[in-house]
Structures are given as structure tokens and as C-alpha cells.
């Protein structure tokens, strides 16, 4: 350092900074923005992670949760309480209702939700928002719904209509939020709950274990569901996935994070690439501009280790502003990301967050990456001979095969050629601003790619391995006769019936689940399965299985595994009504997320026979003509009601139709959708900076030529038009390697995604996405060289031939 | 006699143009005594400025053998180069002068920081001395942007001589200066002669050169006129 700071070249560096101040904003900036992406998105991830662990630490979340029938009155409760092995137990009552908030609002659907004493609550702790508990008959709902303490809501239910006061707001950690498509859920106390809907007990069972573990915590079910089932209660499993037990730890949101912090590390690796691209080309260009000064340097007696200094120090000083702008800004950037991410998925941010780790990151981006990352310039320019610094051949090197090229083009205007030789004079610079421009447009499709493969999945994708429109489940298995009167109703074309059971699949390695196993009629007219590998179910069919992707790849099962299938029994007397092998001929891929697939399919037939349960069966679907996703609800609200009018029980869902699960499935996936569109845009932010850069280097490298072509008569529209079309070229070029490289791109990156989220995906690649791109450059390639024409317009002649 | 400080055998400096190659200095041999006062003529194109760039160690030959001081150039690295110019040569380049971001002061003081030369206080009285030499001194803290082409080039050659050198070298090193000044530098040049050291000079000028104590005088590549005069 002496040999910078202990001689006059300080003063030099201070120039080289404060001289050329423009130059200096540029390289400031583009080493800050890199470090800004990078600092907001890796501060954003820890801050959501911190959040979201916090949400879940006080939730007292339970390990078994049951839905039992009839209801489970206090003496159960009391008995369930004195069991030994469970550690906590609470309960809840509820029913399926619907609500609006005035007369002249449309009914939407939600839950009644009633707890025995909301001070003294066990597990699935709720938390008092704003107002007060229920009491009396003023009610408490879930927060963000857009209700507020003070309102009033209409409530139907079991045919009649109430008028309740809201008092107080809760917020349910368990309780999908609002942002993310669930329902509102009312709060009341358990004497209004019981005067409203005649029930008096509690429908759903949460049980917390001593040290979980699943084998523990299905043990500790089997007996329990034993135990009830010989007092006469049926069991449900009442978990997100629908098994009966489920890890305290993880919450039903972790697999949305994890994909969420996939996708921001991914993004934040690209935006650390582009950067140190950026800086790489940034000071390639600084040194050849210099190159002259440096050879002036060398012949007064400078050794290549202080001109080394000199560079370094300067590009270290880039570097420490960037520090100072970007790291502030990213510490606010992260804290808004995070509060933006974390309420979508309907949780408290938590106060205003500092990752010092992505700081140090950020800091290390900002100042010795770009040192390491210049050395290589710096050390190459430090090598130039003084010959080789000081001689002067001319304005333009003797010319290369593209001029040669363009020199036969005698119908191409002049400015077009020189625009196209300007762009492809350098090659390893035109290499390096297409890495980044280029890079950008890649990622920008891919992510726009990865968006549309998304939304198709949870939508197109659903509807057409789910052609029947409307499903209904029972609350207990029904006779095919009964089920099947809903198909003379109006507006039901076709009706088919399902056997769904919750049984243990357990793998030849010794690995078991709980699942959920469809037994279909073959050949099933309400499922096309979209296959992943193997077969589909055939008529002749008896012991062989098709299970879903998500659960196929975490228990490694492969087409022509045996597994072992436990079906529970019903009548009490035994644990299982069969455990046997069947074999997997299939794997199907379900566009749903891992924590609501874990199902399969078997024949009906065979599923019903083990399962000794009779011709009795507990799903229907329902075709109806096509319809949009509102007259679908009513038709399965009006099938709702006759199935009810008929004596036949069905489960509360609030995802009766394939349009309302579509719905629910992308609003899950909207926070990535989200993200990844913020993404598409920082993308695009950085790939303008990089043009702008390069245009920015190309004017300060190309003065003296401007100087010449003005001295001998070129008008500012005929500079402004050399640089605006080496822009197009050059953004137009991106959009070649975007053609070539987006597809690839995209699918890895849908794949890994769809992997760490759970879910199956068919790829979209996105062709409006590379058009948007084309558009995109072409402004970029426009907006970003009006800039550097229009210094080089302003340049008077003399100093452009005199610069240096 | 005095000893031989420059020593040139036969060389040879060959450059590729295209797929051809031309030869600029064709075998050229001279040795130039300590303390004498050399003008390199010949017209443009002739290899005067090439042959100086293999006495400077700018260039190396493509064959031929180059001693400067007690130094063979060709054997030398870049950074010896470089460590060597900083003690025993100072160059005064035709077009390429000054650092832009230092002011004339800085300029003619960095050699002797990057030499590591004098103390601070020397430096400074030292660089005082040698701007007013070439009439400088008055505007001393100038940047280089701000003051005319003559001036650039007198403040270089004040900077040539900052860290007392044996030998200097320049190219053209009046040819940006009006008469009057242009005089004075020569003066100093003669100035630094009567002290000992070995001043040699490219330039177009033969009255310039007709002034100095030999000329050589090069044409296509080789010397065709070496004269020495007693006057100088």
C-alpha cells in the first residue's frame, strides 16, 4: 500500500476516482447492484427463516390429530387427558358453514370453530389479535380476512341465518391464510357453537406424544384408534395430509419455505455470476483505457507490482463505495422482502431483521471479489510492455474477418456497418456482456418458463387428470345405490364411485407411510392419469398399485416393487382388516404439493375386499357439463344438499370442485409465483446495467474515433444512431442465446423446484416469455445507449482528439 | 577517453505486418562515450524512433546486441527494465508525457518516490529546482489538462532528470515547444552535457542536431552519416 498512499500516485487514484466521476458511478454501481440482489435476497431468506421458525416454536403444534364421530364429549376428553403416553390433549369443536359479510354480498364458504376454554388452551395454540375472546354471542374471526372488530357477519348454518357481532381477530398459525386462498374461520365460545349447530362435543382430537417420532406416534395411534373404535367412535385422520400423525416440528408451511429459499438461493447465485461478469468487464475496459498512462508509468521506473497496486486500490475503492451504498440498502431491502413473503403466507413478521451473515456476504461480494476477480485484468495490463503501451498504430486495427465481411455489404448503410463492427470489434468483451445480458435473458425466461409450468400443473394440468368435475367424500361408506341417485339430478351427466381408505404402506427396506389408497373402477372415466412410468391400472388388475411421483421418490420405490399394504379394520376386534403385498405397476404424477399427495390408486374391487367393508363406498365424482368454476360450486353446493336431504353424511371441504382445488393449488404456489416474477424483473434491471455499462466503456474507449468522425462531418443523429444500433445487436444477440439456452435452463430449474416443494410437474415453456424478452432487450438495447450517444455527442471535437 | 555508455552491435529489428515481415533497422553498430551530446536524424520512417526505443529497453531486437551503462538490455526482464530505468535513464517520449490525474509537481516528483530517492524535504526542493529549470515553477500544481502542449513536454523533461540519471534520453523533445522555449531546453540539455551526463536525442530538426557534439544520421534502416563535432 505504501507505493500507493506513501507517493503522489494517491493523488492519481483520487483523479482516476473523482476525475472521471461518471466512470466511477458506473463501475460503483454496477458492483453495488449485484451486491444488493444478493444482500436482499440471502438477508430476506434468513429473516423469513427466523420468522417462520419463531410462528411455528409457540404453536404447541400436536403430533396426533382425529376427527371422531359422534363427537367427543368431556368425559372422553377427560379420559384421553389421564392416558399415559399422550402428552397433551385438546380439542375443538367444528362444522362447515358459510358467511357473508351484508345482504348484498355473495356466500362464501368457512368454519365454525368453537374450543372449550380460549385461555387455557393445550395445542394449536390461537393467538387473541385485536379485541377479545368470544363471548356470549359475539364472535372472534380470523385475522386478514378483511373483517374487522365492530362488524357484523350473516352466518347460515344448518339452514339458518345468524347475525353475530365481531369482537376480537385471531390469528391461527395453523389455519391457511387468507393470502394464500383459505377460508375465513369464525370463532365462538362452545355453549353458542352447540346453540347454533346442536352439536355438543368436539369433532377434532389433538393429542401431542412424548419425544415423536412417527413409529412412536402410530404406535401410539393404532391403540388409540383401537381403544375408540371398540367404544363405538369412528376416526378420521384430520392432519393437512390426511394421515392420522404428523411432525410437531414441521410446519404444514416448511415445504412452501424450503421451495422459497431454493428459488432465492438459486437467484442470488445468478446475481452474484452476473456481477463478478460485470466487474470483470467493467475493469477489463478501465485497464485498456489506461493502458498508454501505464505505459508512462513503466518507462519513469514503475515495477508491474505498483502498477498492480494502483489498479488494485482503485477497484478496491469501487468496491468499499459499493459497500457503503448497497449494504444499507439491502438491510432494507431484505426487511421488505421478508415482511412481503412472510404475510403472504399469513405469519407476523418479526421486528426489523440484520443477517450478518448475507452482510459479510455482501461486504466480501463488494470488495474482494471484485479485487480477486480484477486481478486478472490488472496482472495482464501490469505484463504490457511499454512498447506495446505507447505505440501508436492508428485510430482502428487493421481490420478483422467481420469488417472484411461488411466491406463486401455495399448496400448496407455506413452507420449500420460501423454499429455491427463496433459491437463484434472485441470478442472477449462481446463474450462477457453476453454472459450478462445474455445471462439475464436466460434467467428471465426460465423463470417465466418455471411461472407457466407452475400455473399449468395446478391448473390446466388438473383439470385434465380430473375431467369430473366434482368430488364429495362421506363421512362413511355408502351403498352404490345411494350414492348414484345424485346422477338423475339436472346438470350431473355421470356419476362414479370411489373407495378412498387411509392405510400403512410399508416398503420391502422396512420404510412405511400412511397414505391414502383410491380404489377406482377400472377403466376409471374420472381419472387420466398422467404417467410417470409403468402402466395404469387395467381391468384384470387385482394386487397392483399406482402411486403418486412425490411419494414414489421419497420412499424410492420403482415400478415392479413389492410393497406391503395395511389396511386398518373397522370392526375393533383386530388392528388390521389385511396387511398383504401388492405390487406397483405405476407411478402417476399428481399436480399437487408433496403435503397433500400422499396417495395412490388400486382396483376398487380388490381394495373393498380387503378392506372388508361390503358394496359400500365413500367417494363420488361428479361430471357436470363444462362450467365455469362458480356454477360448478353451486352444483356441488346443490348436490351437498340433496346428498344431506338423503341421510348420507359428507366431509366439510371447501375444495369440492376441480376449479376450487386449482385455485387453492396456485394460491399455495403464488408466493413462488411471486418471487419468481420479482426475480424476472431484477434480471432485467441487471442485463440494462451490464448493456449500459459496455456502451458506457465503449464511448470512453472510442472518443478519439467519435472526435475524428465529427471533425470530418458526422451529425449527432448519425453518433446517436452508431450507438443506438450497436444497443439492438448486442440486445438482440441476448435474445439468440436466451432461444438457445432458456429451455434447458427453465426445466432444471422447474425440476429442482417442483423437487424441493413437492410437487410433479409437466414443463410449459414459456414462448410469451422469450417474446417479452425480445421486446425487453430491444428497449434495454435502446434506452441503455442513449446515454453514452449522447455523451459522446456532447464531447466538443478537440477533447475528444486530445483525450487520452 | 571517456567510457562507452551506449554499445549497439549489429542490431536488427524486424516487425510482422500482415503475413510479411519488414525490417526496420538493418544491422546498425554505434557506441556513444559518457558525457557526449548525440542527435539521431533521419526522415520519417527512417527507424530513428525505433532504434531509440531499443536503447530505452521500450523495445527488443530481433537480433544484435544493445549495452546501456553496464547493463546488456535484451538479457533483461520487464520489471528489471523498469527498476533499471528508474537509476540510470530518463526518457522524454514525444507524445506520451504526463500522468493525467497528477499535477506538474506530482508528476516530476513520482519518479523519485518510485525510486524511493531523497528524503521528502529533498524531494520537494529537488522538484522546485527542476520546474524552474524549464520555467515551471510558477505553475507547479497544475494539472497537466490545463497547461499548453510545450509545457507538458518541458515538465517531462524536467521529470527526466529528477532522479539525476547518467543518461537521457528523448524523442522529439521540442518539437510541441515556440522557439524561445525550445531554446531554453536545449540549454538545459547542454547544461546537463557540461555536467557529465550523456544526452541523446531523436529529432527531425538537423539545425538542432547540427548543434549537439555528433549526429548520426539513419536512412532505411541504417546509419549513413556518423559525425562528430568539436564544438559541442
Known sequence: MRDVFGTVLRYKLWFDLWGARQRTLQAVLTIAIGAFAVGTILGAKQGVTIDTKAAWSTVEAPSILLRVNPPADDQLLEALRNRPELLKVDAQMEQAIVWRPSPDEPWQPATLIARDDYEQQELNLLLLEEGEWPFGRSVAVERRFGVEVGDRLELQINDRRIEVPVGGTIYNRVAMAASLGGDLVVYTTRERFSKMTGQTGFSTIFAAVDNYSFETATQIYSKLYNDLSEQGFSLLPAAFDRSPVVDPQRAWFEELITGIGLVMQVVSAIAMGLSLLLIYTTVTAIITQQTAQIGELKAIGASSRQIVYVYLCLVAAYGLMAALISAPLSVIGANLLRIVLITRLGLDAGPPHISWGSLAIQLALCIFAPILIALFPILRGARITVREAISFYGLSSTGNRIDIVLARLVWLSRVVSMAISNAFRNPSRLVLTQLALGGAGVTLVAVLSTQATLYYTSGDLMHSIYPFEVQLDTKRPVSLAQLSKAADLPGVERIEVWQTLSVVLETADGHSRALQLNGVPLPSQAYRPQLYAGRWLQADDTYALTLVESLATQLNIEVGDKVKIAIPSRDGRTVWASEREWEVVGIVLEPYLRNLSRFGFAPRDTLIEEAQFGQRFTRVQIQIPAATGQNAAQIASALRDFYDRQGVEMYTTMNDTVAERSEMEASNLDVIAMLLLAIAVIMAAVGGVALSGVLQISVLERRREIGVLRAIGATPRVVRSLFVIEGLILGWLSWLVALALSYPVGLLLSRMLASTIGISIVYQYSWGGLLFWFVLASVIGVCASLAPAQRAINANVQESLAYE | ?232
Not at chain 2, 10 to 31: A, H, M, S, Y
Not at chain 2, 139 to 157: C, E, K, N
Not at chain 2, 188 to 217: D, P, Y
Open chain 2, 1 to 232: 577517453m571517456s567510457e562507452i555508455v551506449i554499445d549497439v552491435q549489429n542490431v536488427v529489428k524486424r516487425f510482422p505486418v500482415g503475413d510479411r515481415e519488414i525490417t526496420v533497422l538493418k544491422g546498425i553498430t554505434f557506441q556513444v562515450r559518457a558525457g557526449e551530446f548525440v542527435a539521431i536524424v533521419g526522415q520519417s520512417g527512417s527507424g530513428k524512433s525505433t532504434l531509440l526505443n531499443m536503447l530505452t529497453g521500450v523495445d527488443r531486437p530481433s537480433s544484435g546486441m544493445v549495452r546501456v551503462g553496464q547493463q546488456l538490455l535484451p538479457n533483461l526482464s520487464e520489471n528489471e527494465l523498469a527498476l533499471w530505468r528508474r537509476h540510470e535513464v530518463g526518457i522524454i517520449f514525444q507524445f506520451f508525457n504526463l500522468v493525467p490525474g497528477l499535477t506538474l509537481a506530482q508528476n516530476v516528483r513520482l519518479p523519485m518516490e518510485l525510486a524511493g530517492k531523497y528524503t521528502p524535504a529533498e524531494r520537494s526542493q529537488r522538484v522546485m529546482q527542476l520546474l524552474e529549470q524549464v520555467d515551471l515553477a510558477d505553475r507547479a500544481d497544475w494539472l497537466p489538462s490545463r497547461v499548453s502542449g510545450g509545457d507538458q513536454q518541458r515538465a517531462a523533461i524536467a521529470r527526466a532528470d529528477a532522479n539525476q540519471p547518467p543518461i537521457i534520453f528523448g524523442d522529439e523533445p521540442t518539437g510541441r515547444q515556440d522557439p524561445r522555449s525550445a531554446e531554453a531546453c536545449f540549454a538545459l540539455f547542454q547544461r546537463w552535457v557540461a555536467a557529465g551526463k550523456t544526452v541523446l536525442l531523436v529529432t527531425h530538426s538537423r539545425e538542432l542536431a547540427a548543434r549537439t557534439g555528433r549526429t548520426i544520421e539513419i536512412a532505411d534502416g541504417r546509419i549513413v552519416r556518423d559525425e562528430v563535432r568539436s564544438h559541442a
